[in-house]
């Protein structure tokens, strides 16, 4: 019993030292003082000018969507054929519960993330398949294309986001994301609502993406090959999309996966201000979000080919997303303008 509770106590001992050093080695980099001074100037001018813009949109009301154009948008979702006589369709999903949170979902996006959206005219009617990147610790990138699609396509879309088991198994949280239109991320519920003819939003590279450390940021991680399976199994486009800003939301230091496996989460962040204010620093800061939609891109071929023959395809979609990556990288002006 003595040996065992040993040997428990040197594994903390060596966890704890492995965090302190992979912490220690970040914080090195960003604290000399030639780089902390110009990252801080930088910082500063950007957040004046961002703060400027939101102070503005707040004065005009600017940012708010007319409220008859938005119940025009809400009873063109309504009036989809998915929709059972109460409103629902058989996942749970309620327009009319998106009404009553719109106000909330807009000031995100117009205001909070002052998303600038490219080429949305690229999603095209009936059922497709949307990839994405994925990053920033909570997924308010997703919460950005849904808005995108909602608020600015006309007729909008409602997007149908393939989510962490994780997230719908909570408390009131999971029905939550049912009424707002999120399914369990299971294949066979893909399925179903490309049969649909709905607009699926599927992120490849899962809870590996949305918590990778900032080290890593715009780099990313391996995709899984679920997607193109199912998009070639059901003869859907893929539209790839590329989410710039949502890298540095929130500053992930490291991934504490000890903690995440005894919690039973996806991931366990550690920012620079949790030790200050615990889950509040999981909040993301107001950084400006750019959304690229790409050509929507056809597939041919068995579902059932070889891993080395789907992996071929899931790297074109991937280099595409990566190119407009790389030119949202190149045309933003900062973080947080």
Known sequence: MAGSVVDNLQRLQAVGQTIGHNLATQLAHWTEPERR???????????????????????????????????RRIAHLLASNNQGPHGTDSFGFAPTEVR?????????YRVWFRTEVHDIQRVPEGRCLLISNHSGQ???DGVAIGAALLLDRDPPRMVRSMVEKFATSLPFFGTFCNRMGQVTGLPDNCRRLLESEE?????????RGISKPF???YRMTAFGQGFMRLALESKVPIVPIAVVGAEEQTVNLLNME????????????????MPLLGPLAMLPAPVKYHVYFGEPMEFSGDANDDDAVVAGKVAKVRAAIQAMLDRGLAERRGIFI
């Open 37 to 71: 001074r110009t990252i801080a100037e930088q910082v500063a001018h950007e957040f004046s000018e961002a703060s400027q813009e939101v102070a503005s949109l707040l004065l005009s009301n600017s940012w708010r969507t007319p409220q008859d154009e938005l119940e």
């Open 100 to 108: 009553k949170y719109a106000p909330a979902l807009e000031f995100l």
């Open 138 to 140: 909570l997924p308010f």
């Open 199 to 207: 607009a699926v939003l599927v992120f490849p590279e899962g809870a």
């Open 215 to 217: 080290r890593h940021r």
């Open 258 to 273: 000890p903690l995440a496996r005894l919690l039973n989460m996806p991931s366990a962040p550690l920012t620079p201000l």
